[in-house]
């Protein structure tokens, strides 16, 4: 059983950051693509960004393209995914989501979730 566990979430301020964390457990996990989503109340979840996992290759939603950064920690035997987060706004607030799967901005093609993680920026 494959589990990805988000962390970092918070509360921070119009302007600040807040870097989130992701990390696979369990038997070995492999997607090509390990990727950020997000659902903010009384939305659909969607795609923020994406990490091709064989070279690092980078895919952004256009809002986030210059404030968010994807990364990944390619260390042996270790799935770790960060999203760091800078000039954070109110329109960032969401709960989000880590995620592995086939192709990167395609919701549908995701088949690993992890529970998510709550960011709430205040104005």
């Known amino acids: 059983q494959v589990q990805l566990v988000e962390s970092g979430g918070g509360l921070v301020q119009a302007g600040g950051s807040l870097r989130l964390s992701c990390t696979a457990s369990g038997r070995t996990f492999s997607r090509n693509y390990m990727g950020w989503f997000r659902q903010a109340p009384g939305k659909e979840r969607e795609f923020v960004a994406a990490?091709?996992?064989?070279?690092?290759?980078?895919?952004?939603e256009d809002s986030v393209k210059d404030r968010f950064t994807i990364s990944r920690d390619n260390a042996k035997n270790s799935v770790t995914v960060y999203l760091q987060m800078n000039s954070l706004n109110p329109e960032d607030t969401a709960v989000y989501y880590c995620?592995?799967?086939?192709?990167?901005?395609?919701?549908?093609?995701?088949?690993?979730w992890g529970q998510g993680t709550q960011v709430t920026v205040s104005s």
């Open positions: 995620a592995g799967g086939a192709l990167p901005t395609f919701r549908s093609t995701y088949d690993y």
């Open positions: 990490i091709r996992w064989s070279d690092g290759n980078t895919y952004y």
